[in-house]
């Protein structure tokens, strides 16, 4: 299987659909990584162009890799194995670029249902099992910005409860898109 996520922190939309960069958090980080590997993810990228962010990210990460808390609880350790952070989004395509690997299937994910180019879920999790390469796009705020959305190949639906209300963190959609794509059931 080959898929990675990613949690794109900039360019992104704020309420009022403008373009922000929005905060990385501990908690995204944990839950994200931890879904990650217990599915098999190769990659879980990290984008964020904020110095800042990218320092504190990697606090976070040498804490849990190398650090206290590698050796405190090894489980955190190894799901951290999979995070790499990025500048940018570009940056992430420029690494399939320099491994001779060529650009794969990149879908976004959003909690409006974006029906262009929509791909079933049933429809990826055969493709993911035939082997191809994918990648899938999280976005923060209040959803990734149209310039990210222009450069996709595809959309997931969106995942929700049959109400009108549809808010769930990152993290929690990502699990369960995880799932929907990968659970032995």
Known sequence: MKLDIALIHYPVCNKKQEIIGSAVTNLDIHDIARAGK?????????VTPFADQQKLVGEIIEHWRH???ARYNND???????IKVCERLEDLYD????SDLPRPLTLATSARDVA???IPYEVLRQRLADGEHCLILFGTGWGLAPEVIADV????PPVGGGMTYN????????????DRLLSER
């Open 167 to 178: 808010h769930l963190s990152v993290r929690s959609a990502c699990a369960i898109i995880l």
């Open 38 to 46: 217990t599915y098999g993810v190769n990659n879980f990228y990290i």
């Open 95 to 98: 690494e399939y670029t320099r």
């Open 76 to 82: 955190r350790r190894e799901a951290f194995s999979i």
């Open 153 to 156: 190949d595809a959309f997931l």
């Open 116 to 118: 262009q180019k929509q």
């Open 67 to 69: 650090g206290y808390g």
